[in-house]
């Protein structure tokens, strides 16, 4: 059974940095980072394979870093140059295929988020 546990959510100020982090248990080959904002669709942000290939949402790359330690157990998010509208739940979602990485119905595993609040 694969677990997930997203921590280092918080509040920052725009233009601040901020690094999540998920603990994995369990056996998945890509590890994902979704946000959702209340009332809206759960939005892609970033994933990586196990093969360290990365892929990120358009409008994220260049400010979000995807990384993962070498035995897939953490998977990080560093968060750089936030903007009020980076204000999400952030969560962390695994599967056992490689392939189509940003539709969030084909995660089967789920960590119950953390809050980013970003003031300006």
């Known amino acids: 059974q694969v677990q997930l546990v997203e921590s280092g959510g918080g509040s920052v100020q725009a233009g601040g940095s901020l690094r999540l982090s998920c603990a994995v248990s369990g056996a998945v080959n890509c590890l994902g980072w979704f946000r959702q904002v209340p009332g809206k669709e759960r939005e892609a942000v970033a994933a990586i394979d196990i093969d360290g290939s990365t892929h990120y949402a358009d409008s994220m790359e260049g400010r979000f870093t995807v990384a993962k330690d070498d035995a897939m157990s953490t998977l990080y998010l560093q968060l750089n140059r936030v903007k009020p509208e980076d204000t999400a739940m952030y969560y962390c979602?695994?599967?056992?295929?490689?392939?189509?990485?940003?539709?969030?119905?084909?995660?089967?595993?789920w960590g119950q988020g953390t809050q980013v609040t970003v003031s300006s």
């Open positions: 979602a695994a599967k056992k295929y490689i392939g189509t990485w940003y539709e969030y119905d084909i995660y089967s595993y």
